[in-house]
Structures are given as C-alpha cells and as structure tokens.
C-alpha cells in the first residue's frame, strides 16, 4: 500500500505569562540581532497595541497579548532557527516571568486513499461500542491522547506530552497530528529554566512528532 504523504508542517513555540505586547515589534527584534535586518524591512504588521502585538516575516509570525506570547514557523520552514529567535528573545528578556512553556508541532497527512483515511478513524476509535448506542454513521472527530515526554518524565516540572488527531482540514483524505510537550516552570528562575528546555530539547521535541505521527499511521495503514 502507498504511504502516507507529509503534505503540510509548521511548529510553534509558545510561553504563557506577563508580556507588554508593544515590545514585539519587528525592529527591535532587529535591534536585537534576533533577526536580519532584510527580513524584518518586509515585515508585515498586523496589529501593534498595549494588549497585542501581531506580525509576521517571510519565515515567522509572531503574536504576543498580555498573558502569552507564541513565535510560529511557517509551513515548511526550517524550524531550528525558530528555537534560536525564542530562546535568543527571552535570553534578553531576563525578567519576564514565565509560566509554561509548550513545544508544538502541527502535520497534515495526505492518506494514499479514501479507505485508508477511514481506517486511521476505525483504527483508533472502534466503532462497535459505539454503534450500540448511537444512530447513523460514526465517525471520529478529535482524538486527545496523553503521556510522558521522552527521557524527561511527567513527574518533572509539570511536564506532559498531548498527541492531537483528527481528519486534516488543508488536505484531502488526510490526518491532522498535533503533538504538545508542555513544561510548567518552576518558581526558581523561572525564565533562564524554560528557555534552556528550548535550547536542550526543541530539535528532539520536533523529531519524536513526526517518529509518533509516522508509527502511528505505519502501523495502521502498512
């Protein structure tokens, strides 16, 4: 049987905690050195206020409120400078305080048919229990599955890993993975706590998504 195709992929690092908005705008992260200064001359602002920053580059977009700040690459960008620009960016801002952080990644899959894209649903939530006590066709939504992240444990900081699947809304016959870690931080030295886990393990977090999306459809459609 054909295999699954990877027909769309982003990634996004996201932090929860006390932001001021106006700061992130696409000349002082220039300012910074986080980004060349070409890039950031075609920037394209959306919004710039006291309760949200909004814009994007040809590779990012960045958006900051007051309670969270989230820096996405753009499909099929590269994502390890993504790391750098967020750890770089709260390297600088020492002082914010951090809450949690979340290493995310989003897949859109094209399945090779129309009987394999049913079989991931069938696959991963059987039908017959559910036709004892439902009418008409059943079909899954949104499946949400947690567990330990790799080699770092739920039991550290809060830690957790959510694996999201649910039919793709880019691609026909295709599945959506979105896979979450997430880390609490702790309430010593918060900031330079969180930015080391996106220095240390932002590439392995990137890697292990697509290891659990690929096994997990291998193994039904293989």
Avoid: C
Avoid at 54 to 71: D, H, N, V
């Amino acid at each position: 049987m054909a295999r699954p195709v990877l027909e769309d992929n982003s990634a996004s690092i996201v932090l929860t905690g006390t932001f001021n908005p106006p700061i992130f705008q696409p000349e002082w992260f220039a300012r910074q050195n986080l980004l060349p200064l070409e890039e950031v001359e075609k920037a394209e602002i959306k919004v710039i206020s006291p309760q949200v920053s909004e814009f994007q580059t040809e590779r990012f977009i960045i958006q900051a409120t007051t309670g969270r700040f989230a820096a996405l690459s753009k499909p099929d960008a590269n994502p390890a400078p993504l790391r750098d620009l967020v750890a770089g960016t709260f390297f600088v801002l020492e002082h914010t305080p951090l809450q949690a952080l979340g290493l995310n990644r989003d897949m859109h899959f094209a399945m090779p048919s129309e009987a394999a894209w049913n079989l991931v649903g069938d696959t991963l939530v059987p039908k017959e229990i559910w036709s004892r006590v439902l009418k008409g066709r059943i079909g899954m939504r949104t499946l949400w599955v947690q567990a330990e992240i790799p080699d770092f444990g739920d039991e550290k900081q809060g830690s957790r890993l959510m694996v999201r699947v649910e039919p793709s809304g880019k691609v026909k016959f295709g599945v959506y993975f979105q896979t979450n870690e997430h880390y609490q931080s702790p309430k010593t030295d918060p900031t330079s706590n969180l930015t080391e886990i996106i220095r240390n393990r932002w590439e392995g977090a990137y890697s292990y998504a697509a290891e659990v999306a690929n096994q997990v459809l291998s193994s039904i459609v293989d």
